[in-house]
């Protein structure tokens, strides 16, 4: 068990629809990253924050958004939902800011668009 | 721009033979890190290994031993006597300085251990 926590584990939603999924780190991390893993794309960062604040962007779409509250719980929110956004999204934690230390993950978000 | 490449799409040995998953990557930076992430079938990202670009030190822990050599730019990761549980993908990633040290995953490598 690495500590971090996903909710739900498994969703399935129609396209166009919105959906939310959540995360909360370990205890005494105050980074969390999002990542997606699809078949075609592999596994592709999409967002970090660090105590509350957005720290560094990847590959995420404008449809997508991810926000960090005060108790370091993080959600990402995914709408106008598409057949191409089926994949596995995962959360990681760390301790520090900068993603160069060792990352918790979680068991992941298997999320499918019908 | 910061590349990891994973050769071996899919590994297939025999339970008891050694194995070893390539990773090569590509950066400018002088301070990154490298790392090894397992994923079983159960779907889970586990933390294997990380290593600075500063420490090429070989790294051995139990049945597992990790290869750094900044010369070929690879890292990569050896199963000694594989087992059916190792049976998993293995991921390779890299960490820059540039970018804010955002970590980029090579492709995984499948690795199955056959009874």
């Known amino acids: 068990d690495s500590g971090v926590t996903q909710t739900p584990k498994h969703l399935i939603t129609a396209t166009g629809q919105r959906v939310t999924l959540r995360c909360s780190p370990r205890?005494?991390?105050?980074?969390v990253y999002w990542y997606q893993q699809s078949l075609d794309q592999g596994l592709q960062f999409l967002i970090q924050?660090?105590?509350?604040?957005?720290?560094a962007k990847g590959n995420i779409l404008e449809r997508f958004s991810a926000q960090q509250f005060p108790d370091l719980h993080s959600e990402l929110n995914l709408s106008s939902l598409e057949l191409g956004d089926s994949a596995l999204y995962f959360c990681?934690?760390?301790?520090?800011?900068?993603?160069?230390?060792?990352?918790?993950f979680g068991q992941g978000t298997r999320l499918t668009v019908v | 721009a910061q590349k990891v490449t994973q050769a071996q799409t899919e590994i297939s040995v025999v339970e008891k033979e050694d194995v070893t998953l390539d990773c090569v990557y590509e950066t400018r930076d002088t301070t990154y890190y490298l790392f090894w992430y397992k994923q079983p079938p159960s779907g889970e990202l586990v933390f294997l290994i990380r290593?600075?670009?500063?420490?090429?030190q070989n790294e051995i822990s139990g049945r597992y031993s990790w290869n750094f050599q900044k010369s070929t730019s690879s890292f990569n990761f050896t199963i000694t006597a594989s087992q059916v549980v190792d049976s998993a993908v293995y991921f390779c990633a890299l960490s820059c300085h540039t970018g804010g040290f955002k970590t980029i995953f090579g492709a995984g490598t499948r690795l199955f251990v056959k009874a």
């Open positions: 290593r600075n670009s500063f420490d090429e």
């Open positions: 205890s005494g991390d105050l980074s």
């Open positions: 924050y660090y105590n509350g604040e957005e720290r």
């Open positions: 990681a934690s760390s301790v520090a800011m900068e993603d160069n230390t060792e990352a918790f």
